[in-house]
Nanobody, 122 residues
Framework: QEQLVESGGGLVQAGGSLRLSCAASGRTFSSAATGWFRQAPGKEREFVAC????????AYADSVKGRFTISRDSAKSTVYLQMNSLKPEDTAVYYCAITFGWTWPPSSYDYRGQGTQVTVSS
């Protein structure tokens, strides 16, 4: 059974930084890519970033380019999202997800974690 567990969320002031982690278990070693999404209250879930396991190719939403960095640690089956220069509009529940498909960037994901809350105060 695939399982994804996010951690690292919290409360931070605008301009601050947080690093989110997505730890995977199960047959995730065969997953093709991992993505981060976020959903703010009253808003639809939006794509944040993704990384391909085979070559560490990455993709980002325009709203986070230059501020967020996605990376992976194969030995730990963990993907990170380093978030710098945080803004109040980054406040949301952040989810990670994995896909076993090989389309790049992924158009859909197969499993998702429970999420971690990120709150940025002004």
């Amino acid at each position: 059974q695939e399982q994804l567990v996010e951690s690292g969320g919290g409360l931070v002031q605008a301009g601050g930084s947080l690093r989110l982690s997505c730890a995977a278990s199960g047959r995730t070693f065969s997953s093709a890519a991992t993505g981060w999404f976020r959903q703010a209250p009253g808003k639809e879930r939006e794509f944040v970033a993704c990384i391909r396991w085979s070559d560490s190719s990455t993709a980002y939403a325009d709203s986070v380019k230059g501020r967020f960095t996605i990376s992976r640690d194969s030995a730990k089956s963990t993907v990170y999202l380093q978030m710098n220069s945080l803004k109040p509009e980054d406040t949301a529940v952040y989810y990670c997800a994995i896909t076993f498909g090989w389309t790049w960037p992924p158009s859909s994901y197969d499993y998702r974690g429970q999420g971690t809350q990120v709150t940025v105060s002004s």
